[in-house]
């Protein structure tokens, strides 16, 4: 009891402080929110409505079967009909396109003998993201096209020569979509945000108007001191993450095939990781301003970096690859996606959570560790 009236105290203090702090509210609060909305509109690698100019030199119901199905795709939009390849180029160039099919002189004839057949696809290439994927659903486009031609063929003439036909069933994420990708590593983004950036900029604040001085030459605990500081954030934290779920089920339609607690309890090591760096963070730096310059830029956005949130571990460098083994998020989306898009389980999913543990005990040991010696 003794000790719990002290936590109490510091806990109710740092809330009010918290409550009247202009900048704090919104980073704790609207933060979370819009980084969700922003990862699961605009930060998109669908292509849709891709503008598409196309030559037929062949004008054939083949050929003309190709810019129907084009004009009929939910990924492409018909721009134009080009009269030569320098048209083609032009729009391009020009911005008025973003891909153009070149349908050569006697593809039809090709196809309806089962005779390879080649289409020339010129792509803007300054998007490389959006043009890889243009290129992929295209593809995916003419090698339909050419199955159904090719099922024509054999049905016309009767053959009855064996084949191989490989059926294509993709899991979990049958469409592609890119928000079912992007939306569930926002809540690991979220926990980076509110805990670590706030947590160092509420110290660190402290530092600066000399209360945190005073509280430390009080006769509370250290230890109670620390527990009163960062156990609001840790709650906010949480509460954050509950409603970034809430709004990514129910608004995104992004879905929970696993199980939501298992989501809150492989949150929990990951505050004592970013809870660790926030502290850390506060310890190096005597201004808030310099708190924010290291929080961003030696921490949150290495951390982002190497855990694949935005750019895939497997096409990392080799000698960089066992780096991202030591960031805590590389282990926590992997948890986030098992659960939300495979409906993975303990079983499946225990390795990365006991990783995730030891690095965050490991980081707020060191942290707390770290601070203690700072205060002497």
């Given at each position: 009891?003794?000790?719990?009236?002290?936590?109490?105290?510091?806990?109710?203090?740092?809330?009010?402080?918290?409550?009247?702090?202009?900048?704090?509210?919104?980073?704790?609060?609207?933060?979370?929110?819009?980084?969700?909305?922003?990862?699961?509109?605009?930060?998109?690698?669908?292509?849709?409505?891709?503008?598409?100019?196309?030559?037929?030199?062949?004008?054939?119901?083949?050929?003309?079967?190709?810019?129907?199905?084009?004009?009929?795709?939910?990924?492409?939009?018909?721009?134009?009909?080009?009269?030569?390849?320098?048209?083609?180029?032009?729009?391009?160039?020009?911005g008025k396109a973003d891909l153009?099919?070149?349908?050569?002189?006697?593809?039809?004839?090709?196809?309806?003998?089962?005779?390879?057949?080649?289409?020339?696809l010129l792509v803007d290439g300054?998007?490389?993201?959006?043009?890889?994927?243009?290129?992929?659903?295209?593809?995916?486009l003419i090698e339909g096209l050419?199955?159904?031609?090719?099922?024509?063929?054999?049905?016309?003439?009767?053959?009855?020569?064996?084949?191989?036909?490989?059926?294509?069933?993709?899991?979990?994420?049958?469409?592609?979509?890119?928000?079912?990708?992007?939306?569930?590593?926002?809540?690991?983004?979220?926990?980076?945000?509110?805990?670590?950036?706030?947590?160092?900029?509420?110290?660190?604040?402290?530092?600066?108007?000399?209360?945190?001085?005073?509280?430390?030459?009080?006769?509370?605990?250290?230890?109670?001191?620390?527990?009163?500081?960062?156990?609001?954030?840790?709650?906010?934290?949480?509460?954050?993450?509950?409603?970034?779920?809430?709004?990514?089920?129910?608004?995104?339609?992004?879905?929970?095939?696993?199980?939501?607690?298992?989501?809150?309890?492989?949150?929990?090591?990951?505050?004592?990781?970013?809870?660790?760096?926030?502290?850390?963070?506060?310890?190096?730096?005597?201004?808030?301003?310099?708190?924010?310059?290291?929080?961003?830029?030696?921490?949150?956005?290495?951390?982002?970096?190497?855990?694949?949130?935005?750019?895939?571990?497997?096409?990392?460098?080799?000698?960089?690859?066992?780096?991202?083994?030591?960031?805590?998020?590389?282990?926590?989306?992997?948890?986030?996606?098992?659960?939300?898009?495979?409906?993975?389980?303990?079983?499946?999913?225990?390795?990365?959570?006991?990783?995730?543990?030891?690095?965050?005990?490991?980081?707020?040991?060191?942290?707390?560790?770290?601070?203690?010696?700072?205060?002497?």
């Amino acid at each position: 009891m003794s000790v719990l009236v002290p936590l109490r105290g510091l806990m109710l203090k740092e809330l009010r402080q918290i409550r009247s702090d202009r900048v704090m509210i919104p980073v704790l609060i609207v933060a979370p929110v819009l980084q969700l909305f922003i990862f699961g509109y605009a930060a998109t690698m669908d292509v849709t409505r891709a503008r598409v100019a196309v030559l037929d030199l062949d004008r054939t119901p083949e050929s003309r079967a190709v810019a129907e199905r084009l004009g009929a795709s939910d990924s492409f939009e018909l721009a134009a009909r080009v009269p030569t390849a320098d048209a083609a180029e032009a729009l391009l160039e020009r911005g008025k396109a973003d891909l153009a099919f070149i349908i050569p002189a006697g593809l039809g004839q090709a196809m309806s003998a089962g005779e390879p057949a080649e289409v020339q696809l010129l792509v803007d290439g300054t998007e490389s993201t959006s043009a890889s994927i243009g290129i992929a659903g295209a593809s995916t486009l003419i090698e339909g096209l050419a199955a159904e031609a090719e099922a024509r063929r054999a049905t016309e003439v009767e053959s009855a020569r064996a084949s191989v036909e490989v059926r294509r069933q993709v899991l979990y994420n049958p469409d592609f979509k890119s928000r079912f990708f992007m939306v569930p590593g926002v809540l690991a983004v979220v926990l980076l945000i509110v805990t670590l950036m706030a947590t160092a900029m509420a110290v660190v604040k402290e530092k600066e108007l000399g209360t945190f001085e005073m509280l430390v030459v009080t006769p509370v605990p250290r230890s109670i001191l620390l527990a009163g500081k960062l156990i609001p954030f840790a709650v906010f934290g949480l509460l954050d993450s509950v409603l970034v779920l809430l709004v990514s089920r129910f608004w995104f339609e992004v879905p929970l095939r696993g199980s939501a607690l298992l989501l809150l309890g492989a949150a929990l090591p990951t505050l004592l990781c970013t809870l660790g760096l926030g502290l850390l963070v506060s310890t190096i730096s005597r201004t808030q301003q310099q708190a924010m310059v290291t929080a961003l830029f030696l921490v949150m956005l290495p951390l982002l970096y190497f855990s694949g949130f935005i750019f895939p571990i497997e096409s990392m460098p080799r000698l960089v690859q066992p780096v991202t083994e030591v960031d805590a998020l590389t282990h926590l989306l992997g948890i986030l996606r098992g659960v939300m898009l495979r409906g993975a389980g303990l079983g499946e999913l225990w390795p990365s959570l006991a990783k995730l543990t030891a690095i965050g005990a490991i980081t707020f040991a060191a942290a707390v560790a770290l601070f203690r010696k700072r205060l002497g």
